[in-house]
């Protein structure tokens, strides 16, 4: 009998250290939402054309940056509502953010993207685009199996 609990507690112990490994490796694999929202913000040439954009790249939380909105559990960044912003930039740009998997909801109404819609815009929950009257061509197709595929709101 005590070989058993032995043995159990072993594999017991043996689970905790793959669950803590796994959730502590895909953490540290995670891209930085700070990098990826300065990314962004530098290609669509964030410090000359867009009207609002207090506190970015400042020491401050992401959370607190100018259309930041971070979820209640802390800085896991959930939406990026930039509308009316003057933001300036190819589509393409959009792709950068989905290298920050909290972030579900853009906003990005009355701004002056340019291009086809990437293929990454259906990796949201929610994409408000109205207004963007430079953006031009189909939406991509995709791939109905494609587990990135999150959409379920999409307005233009």
């Known amino acids: 009998m005590a070989r058993r609990i032995s043995s159990l507690l072993a594999f017991c112990s043996l689970i905790a250290i793959f669950i803590a490994f796994a959730c502590c490796h895909d953490a540290?694999?995670?891209?930085d939402p700070r990098a990826v929202l300065m990314q962004f913000f530098n290609a669509t040439d964030g410090s000359t054309s867009w009207?609002?954009?207090?506190?970015w790249g400042s020491s401050q939380t992401v959370c607190k940056w100018y259309g930041v909105h971070c979820g209640t559990s802390g800085n896991a960044v959930e939406q990026l509502s930039l509308p009316d912003n003057n933001i300036k930039g190819p589509t393409s740009s959009i792709a950068i953010l989905t290298q920050i998997p909290t972030l579900s909801h853009i906003v990005f109404h009355d701004n002056s993207f340019t291009g086809p819609f990437p293929s990454s815009i259906f990796n949201f929950v929610s994409v408000d685009f109205r207004f963007n009257y430079d953006v031009t061509g189909p939406l991509p197709d995709v791939d109905a199996n494609d587990s990135n595929i999150r959409i379920e709101k999409l307005v233009l």
């Open 51 to 55: 009207k609002h954009k207090a506190n």
């Open 28 to 31: 540290a694999n995670a891209a």
